[in-house]
T-cell receptor, first 114, second 116 residues
Framework: QQKVQQSPESLSVPEGGMASLNCTSS?????YFWWYRQHSGEGPKALMSIFSDGDKKEGRFTAHLNKASLHVSLHIRDSQPSDSALYFCAASEQGDTNAYKVIFGKGTHLHVLP | GALVYQYPRRTICKSGTSMRMECQAV??????VAWYRQSPQKTFELIALSTVNSAIKYEQNFTQEKFPISHPNLSFSSMTVLNAYLEDRGLYLCGAEADRGGNTLYFGEGSRLIVV
């Protein structure tokens, strides 16, 4: 079973709109989360990490974690065409310690329509 | 900022031959390196986690005999795909963890393996 599930598979939002992406871990050991973004032809780049319950905001990006349900979401406000990319949720057993494996979800393909 | 360079970007190899790929961390010390394969469908598979001065941990379905990894110092790692076949095609990504702690992975652009 896939340890990290993402939804939706694909999402289209108008320019300036709000994009909301979801992710759930099926393994209670994997409760430290990251969001990565991958543009076509490039490697994935870390957007933000979230390890504690609640919201974490970085510019137009807000992540929300509910540890009880192991659900994390990413909200992108004022979406721009340059935000069009594959977004991956990743989870690990440890957040602050090196050398723990990081497992990725299957990704959400975000299309921001001009 | 943290940069990771991977080489080569793309290789076309004949079925049954091997391909070696390199991963260089620039501007930071990579105490751990995770090698992934991203399938044509964009799914990530973790191949192995390599930590300097520790044994390399391979995931199920991946072996040292097929994917030997070298991690000789804090800025360099290499992996070889031996006897590559169609099912080995994909984008091989190196994700390096900085020595300041935390599991945030800094990825290179990947080495794409095409098998003909």
């Amino acid at each position: 079973q896939q340890k990290v599930q993402q939804s939706p598979e694909s999402l289209s939002v108008p320019e300036g709109g709000m994009a909301s992406l979801n992710c759930t871990s099926s393994d209670r050991n994997f409760q430290y989360f990251w969001w990565y973004r991958q543009h076509s032809g490039e490697g994935p780049k870390a957007l933000m990490s979230i390890f504690s319950d609640g919201d974490k905001k970085e510019g137009r990006f807000t992540a929300h974690l509910n540890k009880a349900s192991l659900h994390v979401s990413l909200h992108i406000r004022d979406s721009q065409p340059s935000d069009s990319a594959l977004y991956f949720c990743a989870a690990s057993e440890q957040g602050d310690t090196n050398a723990y494996k990081v497992i990725f979800g299957k990704g959400t393909h975000l299309h921001v329509l001009p | 900022g943290a940069l990771v360079y991977q080489y080569p970007r793309r290789t076309i190899c004949k079925s049954g031959t091997s391909m070696r790929m390199e991963c260089q961390a620039v501007g930071f010390q990579a105490t751990s390196v995770a090698w992934y394969r991203q399938s044509p469908q964009k799914t990530f598979e973790l191949i192995a986690l390599s930590t300097v001065n520790s044994a390399i941990k391979y995931e199920q379905n991946f072996t040292q005999e097929k994917f030997p990894i070298s991690h000789p110092n804090l800025s360099f790692s290499s992996m070889t795909v031996l006897n590559a076949y169609l099912e080995d095609r994909g984008l091989y990504l190196c994700g390096a963890e900085a020595d300041r702690g935390g599991n945030t992975l800094y990825f290179g652009e990947g080495s794409r393996l095409i098998v003909v």
